[in-house]
């Protein structure tokens, strides 16, 4: 087996290494399984089944795998959730800063409790997308204002904006309030 091999993601270490990365190709590391325990000595064992258990038990032994389950690509390689994607974390930015302005006894933890439960995730992924995207939801809440016809925010919104971002003013100056979205 040749260096250049191991990226074949049509080789079985290919597949293992690549499961590692993506928790989904681990239908394809469960074939591989499946395989090996149809085989009833009859017939010639597949090649490509052995070379996948061969780099799956040397990852393992190496210390690359920290688990025989996980050189197999049987387990997700991170624990807890799988991270939002760029999309839903911006929306959820969007939403935290929404009910912020919209009601000014909103405070943040609050305003990430209720977009939490609202759209039945952890507040401690919402807080991860507000810290990632606190500015996209400044422009987020300023653009769809603009094209819905709601206008610009209200004096009292604007002031509750301010207040939100006292900590970052670099991102008041590049979204300002009477800008052009």
């Known amino acids: ?8 993601p049509k080789k079985p270490q290919g597949i293992q290494s690549s499961v590692q990365e993506n928790p989904a190709l681990a239908i394809d590391a469960r074939r591989y399984l499946i395989r090996f325990c149809d ?4 017939d010639e064992i597949d090649h490509d089944l052995l070379m996948f ?22 387990t997700r390689p991170m624990q807890g959730r799988p991270p939002a994607d760029f ?9 935290v800063l929404e009910a912020r302005v919209a009601d000014s006894k909103c405070d943040h933890q609050t305003a990430l409790a209720k977009v939490a439960k609202r759209h ?13 995207h606190k500015e996209s939801a400044l422009y987020g809440i300023q653009f769809l204002r603009s094209i819905s016809g709601q206008g610009q925010l209200t004096d009292e919104q604007w002031e509750r904006v301010r207040k939100i971002y006292k900590n970052n003013p670099e991102i008041l100056e590049r979204w300002p309030r009477d800008g052009v979205y």
């Open 39 to 42: 085989f009833d000595g009859e």
């Open 120 to 132: 039945d995730c952890g507040v401690t992924k919402v807080g991860k997308a507000w810290t990632k």
């Open 1 to 8: 087996m040749t260096p250049k091999d191991k990226g074949d």
């Open 87 to 95: 999309s839903e974390y911006r929306s959820l930015a969007t939403k």
């Open 53 to 74: 258990l061969q780099d799956a038990f040397q990852a393992y032994l190496e210390g690359s795998a920290k688990s025989v389950d996980q050189a197999l690509g049987l």
